[in-house]
């Protein structure tokens, strides 16, 4: 019996070196495997484990993925696949399920034929949730028989075992696990919106495949399903469902060239900003890369010729350029590559040669068949792109101006500007108020060596419903560009930034809220690096202030305001004060409140990139012409308005 024993451990003891020394890497630096430990990387452990079941989908055996936030915020995610596999790995001697959960780099992602593509990049999706994991279960329907195993914090409980029987044509895997604590420090609750939104592109992405996202926290459960037998054709209808199509019919794209499989939809709208998405292997690559090239260069191509041909464009025209023939343009392009070679490990840009040249072969022959089928379509796109060439040309004296003018002119900072005298960008700060009355008080309040404020008169353009020379013409536009240093669009450069906090201050009111988002969709739209590298932010001045016996509370919400009320008891000496602006505020409360570094509540805005087609979906629906869609976003959302009223 002594010697079974030695056997066995020492045969299970040699990986278990291996596993552990991997496996304790993650635990130590996370950041490296999953992002970070935010609320981002939580659910990305999430994501890694639908990939896998995706790249089964991929792979044409399974049909249903099922993910369920439980009421402990653990997560199920179960599919109808064919299983993990269960026999032994006769390299490692233990389990294939086992390797996968335990090993970093292991899985069917490596050659030999496992999966043709895959989402997973390196093979480390399942074993890294393993090891951030408080506990993760597996179980395994195959050849008639379920197998379970069990893990915490990576280290197997047991060896896999069979626990029971199933039909022989039930197979899948089912994989539940909860974060662990000790990593994930900020929070440990899942988002069901967060979710919904990439559940969603992966279903579009994987036209046929069925997810099912269920969330059983709260007494009534709450269900959504995806399911687009139209795939990518209706993502493109998804995205562009705030915006007016100029035509009906989406152009759909497809084919294999050098072992890559191209899919291409696009649809054109009445707006003047270009949202073009790639993928590969069904993972978003926000920073594009060769696929990205090929497609725009493919447009570019094909739509100069066709004006050509057909003399839309004279000869002594200049060429119309890429950006003018994608203004109000919608497009997905998704491409399944065996062997993707992804630039960092974000997967954030694809760098595979064969993709360019592949997505540019197939959709030039494919665009021009269908330009030459439906001319009607192809004249209203070629005239707006003549229209966004003229704008653009405009645009472009505008900035030679502005240039011209500050080259010219050392003060060529906005009059209304108060600067601060620190010349470090690292120390300083400039907060956009509306207002003359609110800026008055900021700048009497503010500390000036290191806070500027730049007041704007009343509500600025709204960019979504604007071309580009108007956005130049814009006075309150322009100061804001010439204050913040980087200038626009491509002469955007995130180094000439002159401050490093970008506050947004407005009142707390309905109007607030709407310069607020008039800010930010501009921000976005041309500026979106200031976001995505965590320089824009909010002040969040008080709504209420309560006097009592010659002492002063501030509140920032009626529960806030209810649990100092409840403290110093509620009767006639309490003098509470509504603001219904900042302009209400003297300086000193509104040092004291919102820009006192020492005290202020400052939100910072982020862009989620993995779902950047729904932030730029939500711009659209806030800011966009259509008030149907953003109808429904109000109705939808207003469960998380607070109750302004007192």
Not at 123 to 148: M, T
Not at 405 to 420: F, V
Not at 430 to 438: C, K, L, N, P, T
Request: charged share 30%.
């Amino acid at each position: 019996m002594g010697t079974e024993n030695t056997e066995s451990h020492n045969e299970y003891g040699a990986d278990q070196i291996q596993i552990l020394e991997g496996l304790e890497a993650v635990r130590k630096r996370p950041g490296m495997y999953i992002g970070s430990t935010s609320s981002r990387g939580l659910h990305h452990l999430v994501y890694e484990i639908v990939d896998n079941s995706v790249d089964e989908a991929l792979a044409g055996y399974c049909d249903t993925i099922e993910v369920v936030i439980n009421r402990d915020n653990s997560v199920t995610v179960t599919d109808n696949g064919r299983g993990i596999p269960v026999g032994i790995n006769h390299k490692a001697g233990i389990p294939a399920v086992e390797v996968v959960f335990t090993i970093l780099h292991a899985g069917g992602k490596f050659g030999g034929g496992g999966y043709k593509v895959s989402g997973g990049l390196h093979g480390v999706g399942a074993s890294v949730v393993n090891a951030l994991s408080e506990w993760l279960e597996v179980e395994i329907r195959q050849d008639g028989k379920i197998y379970r195993q069990r893990y915490e914090r990576g280290k197997p409980m047991y060896p896999l075992k069979e626990v029971g029987i199933c039909a022989l044509e039930e197979t899948g895997s089912k994989v539940s696990f909860k974060p662990d604590g000790e990593i994930f420090q900020e929070t440990l609750v899942y988002e069901f919106d967060i979710l919904k939104q990439r559940l969603r592109e992966m279903a579009f992405l994987t036209r046929g495949l069925k997810i099912i996202l269920r969330d059983v926290r709260e007494e009534e459960p709450v269900e959504k399903s995806f399911h687009y037998e139209g795939g990518i054709k209706e993502f493109v209808t998804y995205l562009n469902k705030s915006k007016t199509p100029l035509y009906e019919n989406i152009m759909y794209f497809e084919g294999n060239r050098n072992n890559v499989y191209v899919e291409v939809a696009l649809q054109h709208n009445d707006s003047y900003t270009e949202s073009v998405y790639t993928f590969v292997n069904n993972i978003n690559t926000p920073e594009g890369g060769t696929h990205l090239v090929g497609f725009r260069n493919a447009i570019t191509k094909t739509f100069n010729d066709y004006a050509r041909n057909t003399k839309l464009l004279k000869d002594s025209d200049v060429n119309l350029t890429g950006e003018d023939i994608r203004e109000g343009m919608t497009a997905i392009v998704s491409v399944k590559i065996e062997d993707p070679q992804f630039e960092g490990q974000t997967k954030q840009k694809l760098g595979n040669s064969e993709a360019r040249g592949a997505v540019d072969s197939i959709v030039s022959e494919q665009l021009t068949w269908f330009l030459e089928q439906n001319p009607m379509v192809a004249k209203t796109i070629c005239e707006k792109s003549i229209m966004a060439q003229r704008a653009r040309e405009a645009a472009r004296k505008a900035r030679e101006l502005t240039r011209r003018k500050s080259a010219l002119d050392n003060m060529s900072l906005p009059g209304k500007l108060a600067d601060c005298s620190d010349k470090n960008p690292e120390n300083c700060e400039i907060y956009i108020v509306e207002g003359d009355s609110a800026g008055g008080s900021a700048k009497k309040a503010r500390s000036r060596s290191t806070q500027a404020i730049l007041p704007l008169r009343g509500k600025i353009l709204n960019v979504e419903k604007a071309r580009l020379d108007k956005v130049y013409a814009n006075a309150e536009i322009k100061a804001m560009i010439t204050a913040f240093g980087t200038g626009i669009h491509e002469d955007f450069d995130i180094s000439r930034l002159r401050y490093h906090k970008i506050i947004i201050m407005t009142d707390a009111d309905v109007d607030g809220a709407h310069i607020s988002t008039l800010l930010l969709t501009f921000i976005y739209r041309f500026m979106p690096e200031l976001i995505k590298q965590g320089y824009v932010y909010m002040a969040q001045p008080p709504l209420f202030k309560l006097e009592k016996n010659k002492k002063v509370w501030y509140a920032y919400s009626d529960e806030e305001l209810a649990g100092i009320l409840n403290e110093v008891g509620r009767d006639q000496n309490n003098k509470i004060q509504r603001y219904k602006g900042l302009g209400e505020m003297d300086a000193e409360q509104l040092w004291e409140t919102t820009m006192d570094p020492e005290n202020r509540i400052l939100l910072r805005v982020n862009i989620n990139e993995e779902t950047e087609s729904e932030v730029d979906l939500t711009f659209t629906t806030l800011m966009g012409d259509k008030v149907e869609p953003r109808k429904e976003f109000i109705e939808e959302n207003a469960k998380y308005a607070k109750n302004l009223d007192i």
